[in-house]
């Protein structure tokens, strides 16, 4: 019964590999965002979908690409990967609303780790 | 340039006494504020927002947070710590440029000894 659900939950991988996080969200919102928190706990918007259309990108290299196939799914895919990709990245969802200040629900976060 | 500062990195708190966790924003217009909490291992949860009206927003778990126009400061309160509320504490402000897109601060860690 997960709002928000990540898949995988941990994910260890080798420099120079490509990976994907995929997110799902059976809440019925139509706004679904990923953000990244890095090893200090800071917290930073990188994409956002509306209606599978892309209404937020942040500065973020072009090795992370989002695809929204429908609006209750989110995934994100990286190329050639950094070490300093490492980072615990969080999938969330919200529904637009009147005042626009919408509360956002958040996935348990994917642990991505480059080794 | 909007931003969110959180001064301290932790606060720390005995069981029973009353805790402030402080949020100071910069925004250009009105400002949406919102507090989370993260548990270790966990996403964020809601626990409050001020877009208007009262400038003592009640939230989840009895934490409230007072809106001070005048000092940029929407800091967290709770007259009773709980050992459960030690957790990770995120001031946001969504950005005036719209679509939703929420600044964190940096966070506090809250940590309440019995």
């Known amino acids: 019964d997960t709002a928000v659900s990540q898949t995988p939950k941990y994910l260890v991988t080798q420099m120079g590999n490509d990976k994907s996080i995929k997110c799902e969200q059976n809440?019925?919102?139509?706004?679904m965002y990923w953000y990244k928190q890095d090893s200090k706990k800071f917290l930073k918007i990188m994409f956002s979908y509306n209606n599978k259309e892309l209404i937020i990108n942040e500065t973020v290299p072009n090795r992370f690409s989002p695809k929204s196939p429908d609006k209750a799914h989110l995934n994100l895919h990286i190329n050639s990967l950094e070490l300093g990709d490492s980072a615990v990245y969080f999938c969330?969802?919200?529904?637009?609303?009147?005042?626009?200040?919408?509360?956002?629900?958040f996935g348990a976060g994917s642990r991505l780790t480059v080794l | 340039a909007q931003s969110v500062a959180q001064p301290e990195d932790q606060v720390n708190v005995a069981e029973g006494n009353p805790l402030t966790v402080k949020c100071t924003y910069s925004?250009?217009?009105?400002?949406?504020l919102f507090w989370y909490v993260q548990y270790p291992n966990r996403g964020l949860q809601f626990l409050l927002k001020?877009?208007?009206?009262?400038?003592l927003v009640k939230g989840s778990y009895g934490f409230e947070a007072e809106f001070n126009k005048s000092q940029t400061s929407f800091h967290l309160k709770k007259p009773s710590a709980l050992v459960s509320d030690s957790a990770l504490y995120f001031c946001?402000?969504?950005?005036?440029?719209?679509?939703?897109?929420?600044?964190f601060g940096a966070g506090t860690r809250l940590a309440v000894h019995p």
């Open positions: 809440l019925g919102h139509d706004t």
């Open positions: 969330a969802s919200s529904q637009a609303g009147a005042g626009g200040a919408n509360v956002l629900t």
């Open positions: 946001a402000v969504r950005f005036s440029g719209g679509y939703n897109k929420l600044i």
């Open positions: 001020y877009i208007t009206g009262d400038n």
């Open positions: 925004v250009s217009g009105n400002p949406y």
